[in-house]
């Protein structure tokens, strides 16, 4: 049912990334910067613990436009989240520009598409070792995330 909650099976195909080691802020949460051919960098930060996801349920969460993984962050830490946040780790993607004290991005920069950024979110599940994530997306976020179901429906 493509209006239900839909998961993401990681691909079998081979990216080529790169990342820098990750960063934790003040709320534990790690932050990645992952490299990709068509995207650029992805910022992703990590809440919850990764090495238990065979046990626990993984979300990857997308923003709505103009706003960024803080706003995911904070809901997820809401105390009506806390039962679920105990069980889950959450994979939250900052769109390029997007990013907490971001500056504008560059005239000449190529926004990538919507189809694109939804294809590269593979590539960021790789690079973490994720196999299978439930997408949560706001607002244009949902569209990335749908786009990425079907783009790599298994």
Partial sequence: NPQAAFVVYCSLFHFEVSAKMPDTDEKGVQKYVVSTDRSGDIHVHVQGDLTQQDKRCVFLTVH???????????????PAMSEIKERSCF??????G????????????QFPSLQTLGEDLITVLDFLHVRYAVGLGEGAGANVLARCGLAHPR
Wanted: no cysteine; charged share 20%; aromatic share 6%.
């Fill in 64 to 78: 709505d436009l103009g706003t960024n993984h803080s706003s995911l962050v904070d809901f997820v830490s809401t």
């Fill in 91 to 96: 994979i939250h993607v900052d769109v390029p």
């Fill in 98 to 109: 997007h990013e907490e004290s971001s500056p504008d991005l560059p005239d000449s920069y």
